[in-house]
Nanobody, 128 residues
Framework: QVQLVESGGGLVQAGGSLRLSCAASGRTFSPHTLGWFRQAPGKEREFVAAIRWSRGTTYYSDSVKGRFTISRDNAKNTVYLQMNSLKSEDTAVYYC?????????????????????WGQGTQVTVSS
């Protein structure tokens, strides 16, 4: 089993920055894609960003493009989400998700069903 542990959430003023981290641990994990999703109160979970592990290719939702940056540290099996110019509408619980090389479900990086493992979530609150 693979565990994903997020950290770095908190309270920040609008215009500020936060960096989220997600460390994958457990049995030998061969990552295909790691991603970030978020869920605001009363709303559905939505895709934020993803990174293909081997190629480093990154993907972003339109709502965060230009403000958020996803990156990885292969040696540490850790993915980061640098969030700049935060807005009140970024307030949500942020979840890390991972897909291994051997996961057989259809791969659509924006879809939660494409991911095999999930973290417990970390709260990000942006005050206006």
């Amino acid at each position: 089993q693979v565990q994903l542990v997020e950290s770095g959430g908190g309270l920040v003023q609008a215009g500020g920055s936060l960096r989220l981290s997600c460390a994958a641990s457990g049995r030998t994990f061969s990552p295909h894609t790691l991603g970030w999703f978020r869920q605001a109160p009363g709303k559905e979970r939505e895709f934020v960003a993803a990174i293909r592990w081997s190629r480093g290719t990154t993907y972003y939702s339109d709502s965060v493009k230009g403000r958020f940056t996803i990156s990885r540290d292969n040696a540490k099996n850790t993915v980061y989400l640098q969030m700049n110019s935060l807005k009140s509408e970024d307030t949500a619980v942020y979840y890390c998700a991972a897909r291994s090389l051997y996961y057989s479900r259809l791969y659509v990086y924006t879809s939660g069903s494409s991911y095999e493992y999930w973290g417990q979530g970390t709260q990000v609150t942006v005050s206006s």
